[in-house]
């Protein structure tokens, strides 16, 4: 599976943001899909994350009701929409695919990563 990441950029705090990842190869409704994200010196983690259907999410506490995760099987592409964006959003965000996973746990259950794209948020 290759993963591919668009939609970062520069938002002023307050902002939206909507990052996509659009997957090919395998089956795309075969893997859970977590987005992470790494900001400088700090360890990476799971923001995000969607079962194969998309029946059930996860949502780190940083981020609950403010970022949504969506997928469309048909286009096999996973979304995360950002909004009210703030300066510790900063880092480098990662779609991750997770052969019959449920979108949940650390990075090393997941198989694929895309190669990130970078979302910066100035105050």
């Known amino acids: 599976v290759q993963l591919v990441e668009s939609g970062g950029g520069l938002v002023q705090a307050g902002g939206s943001l909507r990052l996509s990842c659009a997957a090919s190869?395998?089956?795309?409704?075969?893997?859970?899909m977590g987005w992470f994200r790494q900001a400088p010196g700090k360890e990476r983690e799971l923001v995000a994350g969607?079962?194969?259907?998309?029946?059930?999410?996860y949502y780190a506490d940083s981020v609950k009701g403010r970022f949504t995760i969506s997928r469309d099987n048909a286009k096999n592409t996973v979304y995360l929409q950002m909004n009210s964006l703030k300066p510790e959003d900063t880092a480098v965000y990662y779609c991750?695919?997770?052969?019959w996973g449920s979108g949940r746990g650390t990075g090393a259950r997941y198989d694929y990563w895309g190669q990130g794209t970078q979302v910066t948020v100035s105050s």
């Open positions: 991750a695919a997770d052969l």
């Open positions: 969607i079962s194969r259907i998309g029946g059930s999410t």
């Open positions: 190869g395998r089956t795309f409704s075969d893997y859970g």
